[in-house]
T-cell receptor, first 113, second 112 residues
């Protein structure tokens, strides 16, 4: 198993540009999450999904959109990039049954200038 | 609301020193508690966990005990190594697969 994979690893965007951060997991996990990590801060939840076709907002959803058309994929879309979205983005997944460990991807470092 | 408060960093220790990173939480119900570690340039990895009161999680020489009466889950290691240098995050989940609530992280640097 590759676990949770994310692409790209790094990206620089100009203000107003759009991009999609990709996240894929091959563990057949139902639950998937997007977090952002700002310097010196913990992780804040952006969006999450409890299964294909179902998504819900987290703590900081403004400026982002998600979709979950398959169990494996959970892309995060930035429509109009702003400097406040400069951060490291982590995708995570968890199975339906215990021990409920969240598996994290390696992260995408995004800079908006 | 739900929150985690953990010791501010950075923490710098000499090799073989004793480590404690304090963590307290505010949660509804009886959450599961976790410590995650983030090595430079990497994602988060689960270090240890505890799912009920008085449980002790342990891994790689690290330990933490779920203290319901003090709502705490302090991380300890008796003798740190240079390879333990990383950022440590305390977190909890109110139920098995709900999103984690994270502390701000504590950066640990261990010098030889």
């Amino acid at each position: 198993n590759a676990g949770v994979t994310q692409t790209p690893k790094f990206r620089i965007l100009k203000i107003g540009q759009s991009m999609t951060l990709q996240c894929t997991q091959d563990m057949n996990h139902n639950y998937m999450y997007w977090y952002r990590q700002d310097p010196g801060m913990g992780l804040k939840l952006i969006y999450y999904s409890v299964g294909a076709g179902i998504t819900d907002k987290g703590e900081v959803p403004n400026g982002y959109n998600v979709s979950r058309s398959t169990t494996e994929d959970f892309p995060l879309r930035l429509e109009l990039a702003a400097p406040s979205q400069t951060s490291v983005y982590f995708c995570a997944s968890i199975g339906r049954r215990g021990p409920y460990e969240q598996y994290f991807g390696p992260g995408t470092r995004l800079t908006v200038t | 609301g739900d929150s985690v408060t953990q010791m501010e960093g950075p923490v710098t220790l000499s090799e073989e020193a004793f480590l404690t990173i304090n963590c307290t939480y505010t949660a509804t119900g009886y959450p599961s508690l976790f410590w995650y570690v983030q090595y430079p340039g990497e994602g988060l990895q689960l270090l240890l966990k505890a799912t009920k009161a008085d449980d002790k999680g342990s891994n790689k020489g690290f330990e933490a005990t779920y203290r319901k009466e003090t709502t705490s889950f302090h991380l300890e290691k008796g003798s740190v190594q240079v390879s333990d240098s990383a950022v440590y995050f305390c977190a909890f989940a109110n139920s098995g697969n709900t999103p984690l609530v994270f502390g701000k992280g504590t950066r640990l640097s261990v010098i030889a």
